[in-house]
């Protein structure tokens, strides 16, 4: 990801944001992977998506709401355990996320500024 997004000379941050999410009543923090600067979106790259993460991603989703979280999958057909039939890509459908498989679109990287999640970053690196 990041030779993509260097070599586009997109501007972005590996592993800078600290976003606090409740899971129960211990407060936990989330560093997702990129921070592109320029338009807001958060992207979370993944192997194998557990239920841990899907869990923690639902909280996260419901506690910042403006915040523009996307998935990159190595494979979005893969089934979220050996019983179900959903697929990662059908979760993130169900669950408001957009996804995409082993490279950041570019049409997310040439996307217009989403001045809300924009705004909520610049609120979270505050603190």
Known sequence: MQAQLEGLGVPYEYETLRIPYL???KPKRYTPDYTLLRNGIIIETK???VTADRQ????????????????VFSNSRQRISKQSKTTYAVW???????YADV????SWITEPPNRKSLAAIRRLMET
């Open 103 to 106: 490279h950041i679109p570019i």
């Open 23 to 25: 899971p129960s009543m």
């Open 92 to 98: 993130c459908e169900t669950n408001g996320f957009q």
């Open 47 to 49: 192997g194998r998506f």
């Open 56 to 71: 923690k991603h639902k909280l996260i989703k419901e506690q910042h709401p403006d915040l523009d979280i996307r998935f």
